[in-house]
């Protein structure tokens, strides 16, 4: 489909322009704060436009546009909670993270408790959430560039060595640019995939005379699964399910440490704050495009052939394009899925590094001894290491539907990290020993639910179709790992009761916290 030497040289040329704006954002980078929070010289706009383009990933643009071709009404639950989440971070964390905390989740963990632990903890944490979310972003890339190179899925090396060289790339922007780099490619990346989606989203309308209804109805009429495609419970059949997924999805951007990082890189509370609206307005007004995108994927491509594609239900979104506007537009849309997938796994990739580096490095094994030099030097080592893990998991992952798989990271997120960050901003006797319990605990179960759950083995859409042990029903555990990682943050605390409580440091950052008093400043003028 299309034209390979047309696709390649949009790719290229895409590739080319954001390395150049990277370059030029890295000759800045002189201090750790440079490379991890980008000086803190970012407003509130243009943060809230680099967040859109950090959590509109593979999962949003290819994941639920093919999720809603195919299974209708429940592939548009991911567009719902990836939403309704932004209300939960707004409300709960954005402003109390940036006042209290320096790079990393664990700065926030850590402030009242014993650091070289919950800092441990909290790299664990962060490091197992960005894997499962880089997977999906790599399972997204490996599918995207198979479809427009005519790789098919019998050819595995092929669709491998892709996901190889866009893993080289990611890594690329996160060594020479750093968090400052990362943030222009998010902003670019947003601005072109709003109106990507725009120009698609009002084409497709155009075709039915602007009239939505008559879009479900053409919709209906092609999907073989019919009204089916309108209702609940194609894909999940089983209320509980859906619920899980649908908890997962709602409360685990607020435990997110690629987004929760991205609050640091503002000069004040006001700009946190900021960042979170503009981020929703631009986020919501996506995710409705998705609906009429998949939808029109249905009525205009059909399920059947979306599920025959390499890539499979993730190719619904270029194979609309190529519908729409042919070669040209099919390659455009494409550069700008990749740009997608480009611009989030940096962002991950940077995420995961820092807090190796900064909370395991600088604090666990230098006892905060180390020059900032050296974090940053080992944070660029880091990067290369992840970037290995993640060429390696997106090649196990490839074919899966990455909104799935995000779905996976979001329970992993909301599991580890949100009870923890709650209990410590709000529960005045919250200890060192509860912070484990929910971390370790929270991670635990819900990892090994993951491993023994139809997503896994046992069913047609596995990740290994030729096993079978699963034992956990539902696909996603969020509704059981969520509440046991609050209810192990509870005995843990209790266990753990004779901990001296340093009732200062706990005053420290409730006022820090609630209004920004010693909260870290921009090393830049802004």
Same mark, same amino acid.
């Given at each position: 489909?299309?034209?390979?030497?047309?696709?390649?040289?949009?790719?290229?040329?895409?590739?080319?322009?954001?390395?150049?704006?990277?370059? &030029?954002?890295?000759?800045?980078?002189?201090?750790?704060?440079?490379?991890?929070?980008?000086? &803190?010289?970012?407003?509130?706009?243009?943060?809230?436009?680099?967040?859109?383009?950090?959590?509109?990933?593979?999962?949003?643009?290819?994941?639920?546009?093919?999720?809603?071709?195919? $299974? /209708?009404?429940?592939?548009?639950?991911?567009?719902?909670?990836?939403?309704?989440?932004?209300?939960?971070?707004?409300?709960?964390?954005?402003?109390?993270?940036?006042?209290?905390?320096?790079?990393?989740?664990?700065?926030?963990?850590?402030?009242?408790?014993?650091?070289?632990?919950?800092?441990?903890?909290?790299?664990?944490?962060?490091?197992?959430?960005?894997?499962?979310?880089?997977?999906?972003?790599?399972?997204?890339?490996?599918?995207?560039?198979?479809?427009?190179? =005519?790789?098919? $899925?019998?050819?595995?090396?092929?669709? +491998?060595? !892709?996901?190889? !060289?866009?893993?080289?790339?990611?890594?690329?922007?996160?060594?020479?640019?750093?968090?400052?780099?990362?943030?222009?490619?998010?902003?670019?990346?947003?601005?072109?995939?709003?109106?990507?989606?725009?120009?698609?989203?009002?084409?497709?309308?155009?075709?039915?005379?602007?009239?939505?209804?008559?879009?479900?109805?053409?919709?209906?009429?092609?999907?073989?699964?019919?009204?089916?495609?309108?209702?609940?419970?194609?894909?999940?059949?089983?209320?509980?399910?859906?619920?899980?997924?649908?908890?997962?999805?709602?409360? /685990?951007? +607020?435990?997110?440490?690629?987004?929760?990082?991205?609050?640091?890189?503002?000069?004040?509370?006001?700009?946190?704050?900021?960042?979170?609206?503009?981020?929703?307005?631009?986020?919501?007004?996506?995710?409705?495009?998705?609906?009429?995108?998949?939808?029109?994927?249905?009525?205009?491509?059909?399920?059947?052939?979306?599920?025959?594609?390499?890539?499979?239900?993730?190719?619904?979104?270029?194979?609309?394009?190529?519908?729409?506007?042919?070669?040209?537009?099919?390659?455009?849309?494409?550069?700008?899925?990749?740009?997608?997938?480009?611009?989030? @796994?940096?962002?991950?990739?940077?995420?995961?590094?820092?807090?190796?580096?900064?909370? @395991?490095?600088?604090?666990?094994?230098?006892?905060? =001894?180390?020059?900032?030099?050296?974090?940053?030097?080992?944070?660029? &080592?880091?990067?290369?290491?992840?970037?290995?893990?993640?060429?390696?998991?997106?090649?196990?992952?490839?074919?899966?539907?990455?909104?799935?798989? @995000?779905?996976?990271?979001? +329970?992993?997120?909301?599991?580890?990290?949100?009870?923890?960050?709650?209990?410590?901003?709000?529960?005045?006797?919250? $200890?060192?020993?509860?912070?484990?319990?929910?971390?370790?605990?929270?991670?635990?179960?819900?990892?090994?639910?993951?491993?023994?759950?139809?997503?896994?083995?046992?069913?047609?859409?596995?990740?290994?179709?030729?096993?079978?042990? +699963?034992?956990?029903?539902?696909?996603?555990?969020?509704?059981?790992?969520?509440?046991?990682?609050?209810?192990?943050?509870?005995?843990?605390?209790?266990?753990? &009761?004779?901990?001296?409580? $340093?009732?200062?440091?706990?005053?420290?950052?409730?006022?820090?916290?609630?209004?920004?008093?010693?909260?870290?400043?921009?090393?830049?003028?802004?």
């Amino acid at each position: 489909m299309g034209n390979v030497g047309l696709n390649i040289g949009i790719f290229a040329l895409f590739v080319l322009v954001t390395l150049v704006v990277v370059f &030029r954002a890295s000759r800045s980078n002189r201090t750790a704060s440079d490379y991890y929070a980008a000086g &803190r010289s970012f407003s509130g706009s243009q943060n809230g436009t680099a967040i859109s383009g950090d959590y509109l990933s593979a999962a949003s643009f290819l994941g639920i546009a093919g999720a809603i071709a195919v $299974n /209708g009404y429940d592939g548009f639950l991911y567009s719902i909670g990836f939403l309704v989440a932004w209300l939960v971070a707004l409300l709960l964390v954005a402003e109390l993270l940036r006042n209290t905390g320096k790079f990393t989740m664990g700065d926030v963990l850590s402030f009242r408790m014993k650091q070289r632990p919950v800092r441990a903890a909290a790299a664990t944490s962060t490091l197992v959430v960005s894997f499962f979310y880089l997977i999906a972003q790599m399972a997204g890339a490996g599918g995207l560039i198979a479809l427009l190179l =005519q790789i098919p $899925n019998s050819n595995r090396l092929g669709q +491998a060595i !892709v996901i190889a !060289v866009v893993g080289l790339v990611m890594v690329s922007y996160v060594l020479v640019g750093g968090m400052k780099g990362t943030t222009y490619v998010q902003i670019i990346k947003a601005a072109l995939l709003v109106v990507g989606a725009f120009v698609m989203t009002f084409w497709v309308l155009g075709k039915y005379g602007l009239n939505f209804s008559s879009l479900l109805g053409a919709a209906v009429q092609a999907s073989p699964k019919g009204e089916a495609i309108l209702a609940p419970g194609l894909q999940y059949k089983s209320k509980v399910d859906f619920i899980s997924l649908g908890l997962a999805l709602v409360l /685990g951007t +607020a435990g997110l440490p690629h987004i929760l990082m991205r609050f640091y890189t503002v000069p004040s509370a006001k700009e946190a704050r900021k960042s979170v609206v503009w981020a929703i307005w631009l986020i919501g007004i996506f995710y409705l495009f998705t609906l009429v995108l998949g939808y029109g994927a249905a009525a205009l491509v059909g399920p059947d052939v979306i599920a025959k594609a390499p890539g499979g239900q993730n190719s619904a979104a270029p194979l609309l394009a190529f519908e729409l506007g042919g070669e040209l537009l099919l390659g455009l849309i494409s550069a700008i899925a990749f740009a997608t997938i480009l611009a989030v @796994v940096a962002g991950l990739t940077i995420t995961a590094s820092a807090s190796f580096a900064h909370d @395991v490095y600088a604090n666990v094994i230098k006892k905060g =001894q180390s020059s900032p030099a050296a974090e940053v030097k080992v944070a660029r &080592r880091t990067a290369v290491a992840i970037g290995v893990v993640a060429i390696g998991g997106g090649i196990l992952a490839n074919g899966q539907n990455v909104a799935f798989l @995000v779905a996976l990271a979001f +329970a992993v997120a909301a599991s580890a990290n949100l009870p923890t960050i709650l209990y410590s901003l709000f529960w005045k006797r919250f $200890n060192t020993m509860g912070a484990l319990w929910s971390i370790y605990g929270g991670l635990a179960v819900c990892l090994v639910l993951i491993v023994f759950s139809p997503a896994v083995s046992g069913s047609e859409t596995a990740m290994i179709k030729t096993a079978d042990f +699963a034992w956990f029903p539902l696909s996603n555990p969020g509704i059981v790992s969520i509440p046991v990682s609050f209810l192990l943050g509870v005995i843990g605390t209790f266990v753990g &009761r004779g901990e001296r409580f $340093n009732a200062e440091k706990y005053a420290e950052m409730e006022v820090r916290s609630l209004t920004g008093a010693g909260a870290e400043k921009a090393t830049v003028e802004v």
